[in-house]
């Protein structure tokens, strides 16, 4: 059973995962006690590894390159996931 740190962690994963699967994204939580969101775009074959963290004053999504968004709105940072993902637009 997961701690309440752990829960808390994985509440806050589960619900950027959520987001994402309205934006076609793919992902997957991986990690028994410290556990991450493994996220793929299915057509551009971009993934990035998002960490859930606690800040002063709540908690924060984490992903290389340099994203971070509030966790209490995890459709903002799904969105930003989301546009580091997308395909590279054609040239015109």
């Given at each position: 059973?997961?701690?309440?740190?752990?829960q808390?962690?994985?509440?806050?994963?589960d619900?950027l995962?959520?987001?994402?699967?309205?934006?076609?994204l793919?992902s997957?939580?991986?990690?028994g006690?410290?556990?991450?969101?493994?996220?793929?775009?299915?057509?551009?074959?971009?993934?990035?590894?998002?960490?859930?963290?606690?800040?002063?004053d709540?908690?924060l999504?984490?992903?290389?390159?340099?994203?971070?968004?509030?966790?209490?709105?995890?459709a903002l940072?799904?969105?930003?996931v989301?546009?580091?993902?997308?395909?590279?637009?054609?040239?015109?």
């Amino acid at each position: 059973m997961p701690n309440t740190f752990t829960q808390q962690r994985l509440a806050h994963l589960d619900s950027l995962a959520a987001e994402l699967r309205q934006r076609g994204l793919v992902s997957r939580t991986l990690g028994g006690a410290a556990p991450v969101l493994w996220v793929w775009h299915p057509d551009s074959g971009r993934q990035t590894i998002v960490f859930a963290t606690p800040v002063k004053d709540g908690w924060l999504f984490l992903w290389s390159p340099d994203g971070e968004e509030s966790a209490d709105d995890p459709a903002l940072a799904a969105g930003s996931v989301e546009r580091l993902l997308a395909p590279p637009a054609e040239p015109s």
